[in-house]
C-alpha cells in the first residue's frame, strides 16, 4: 500500500501542477487515494479523499455514471467498518439506484451490492429485508452462470443464517449444506469461510435442532482448522 501511496501522490502532483484539480481524472485519483486508506483502516483519510472525489464528480455533473456510483460505494462501506449502518446503507442505496439508471442489474458487482445491502439490514435485525437482497442478489449470481463460486457459497450461508434467525431452522440447515457442498467441490476445506460455516451448522444442530452428536461433529472440524490456519473467532 505505501508504493502505490507514493505513485498515487506523484501522480497528485503531476495533476495539480498542470491546474487540472476540476477534471474527472483527479476525482479518480482522490477515490483511489481514499482505497489505499481504507485497505489500511485509516478510514477518516479514506473518506476525506472519497468526499473530494464526490464534489468533484457533483460539480462536472457526473452524477449518473458508474464512476460517481463506485465513490458512493465506496464511502458507505467505510461507515459499514465503522458499524454507521444507517449511514453506509444511504450510500449503498445510492449506488443501487445509479446501477438501476444504467441498466447494470444483471452484473456480478450489482449481485454484490445487493448482498452487501442484505448484510446492512440483518445488521440492523431487519432480517426480512436482508433475506429479500440475498435472495435478489442469489438469482443474479445464478443467471450469471456463478453458482460453482465461493462468492455463491458465501451468499448461501449468509440466507442460512437470516432463517437461523427467524427460527426456520431446516431451511438454515438446507442452505448451509448447499454452501457446504460448493466449498468441498472449490477444495475450501481449509480456510477461515469453511470454519465459519462449519462452527454455522455444528451451533444449529447443537443448540437448535438438539442434535449433539451432530453438532460435536462439526464444531470437531472447527478445531481441527482452527489448528491449522491460526485461531478465529466465529
Known amino acids: 500500500y505505501n508504493m502505490a501511496l507514493f505513485y498515487y501522490k506523484k501522480a497528485h502532483k ?9 477534471t474527472s481524472d483527479y476525482a479518480s485519483l482522490m477515490n483511489n487515494l481514499g482505497c489505499v486508506y481504507k485497505k489500511k483502516s485509516n478510514y477518516g483519510a479514506a473518506l476525506g479523499y472519497f468526499y473530494k472525489s464526490k464534489m468533484i464528480r457533483e460539480r462536472l455533473g457526473l452524477q449518473d455514471t458508474r464512476g460517481y456510483g463506485t ?6 462501506q467505510v461507515y459499514s467498518y465503522k458499524n454507521r449502518y444507517d449511514t453506509a446503507l444511504k450510500y449503498y442505496l445510492m449506488d443501487k439506484r445509479i446501477l438501476d439508471r444504467l441498466g447494470r442489474q444483471n452484473t456480478r458487482g450489482y449481485a454484490y451490492l445487493l448482498n452487501d445491502i442484505g448484510l446492512l439490514y ?10 429479500n437482497y440475498y435472495k435478489q442478489a442469489k438469482r443474479i449470481q445464478a ?35 448447499k454452501s457446504k457442498m460448493i466449498r468441498d ?10 470454519a465459519i460455516l462449519m462452527y454455522n451448522i455444528g451451533n444449529l444442530y447443537y443448540r437448535k435442532l438438539y442434535k ?23
Not at 503531476?14 to 476540476?22: A, H
Not at 443467471?143 to 431446516?170: C, E, F, M, P
Not at 449433539?212 to 466465529?234: E, F, S
Open 14 to 22: 503531476v495533476l495539480v501542477s498542470r491546474n487540472e484539480k476540476n
Open 185 to 194: 467441490r472449490l477444495g475450501y476445506q481449509n480456510t477461515s469461510g469453511y
Open 71 to 76: 465513490v458512493m460505494f465506496n464511502i458507505g
Open 143 to 177: 443467471y450469471l452462470g456463478l453458482a460453482n463460486t465461493n462468492g455463491y457459497a458465501v451468499l448461501l450461508n449468509n440466507i442460512g443464517s437470516i432463517y437461523k434467525n427467524i427460527k426456520q431452522y431446516r431451511r438454515a440447515l438446507k442452505y448451509y449444506m
Open 122 to 131: 440483518r445488521s440492523k435485525r431487519q432480517y426480512r429485508k436482508a433475506l
Open 212 to 234: 449433539p452428536c451432530k453438532g460435536a461433529y462439526y464444531l470437531r472440524i472447527v478445531v481441527r482448522i482452527d489448528k491449522k490456519i491460526g485461531h478465529k473467532d466465529y
